[in-house]
Nanobody, 121 residues
Framework: VQLQASGGGLVQAGDSLRLSCAAS????????MGWFRQAPGKEREFVAA????????YYSDSVKGRFTISRDNAKNTVYLQMNSLKPEDTAVYYC???????????????WGQGTQVTVSS
């Protein structure tokens, strides 16, 4: 599986962005998909994950209520809708794919190149 994240940019606090992650491979729909982020000088942080069916989603406490993860298996794409952005959301965002759920949340599986999100105050 190859993954390519896009949609990052420079926004102001309170704005919204939607990230996309396009995946190659016919087995995309089988995988747990996740989003992570890494800010300068900080460790990589789990942001959100979604099951293959999209029925279950999981979020870190820092983004819960502001971010929404979704997927379109027909388009081999997973999304991260980010609302009410804060300067502390500034980071490079990466998408990941894999099985099982615990592997993805722990940072295993397949990874793509990230996309930069910068939130100014």
């Amino acid at each position: 599986v190859q993954l390519q994240a896009s949609g990052g940019g420079l926004v102001q606090a309170g704005d919204s962005l939607r990230l996309s992650c396009a995946a190659s491979g016919r087995t995309f729909s089988r995988y747990i998909m996740g989003w992570f982020r890494q800010a300068p000088g900080k460790e990589r942080e789990f942001v959100a994950a979604i099951t293959w069916s999209g029925d279950s989603t999981y979020y870190s406490d820092s983004v819960k209520g502001r971010f929404t993860i979704s997927r379109d298996n027909a388009k081999n794409t997973v999304y991260l809708q980010m609302n009410s952005l804060k300067p502390e959301d500034t980071a490079v965002y990466y998408c990941a794919a894999g099985l099982p759920f615990s592997t993805v949340v722990a940072g295993g599986g397949y990874w793509g190149q990230g996309t930069q999100v910068t939130v100014s105050s």
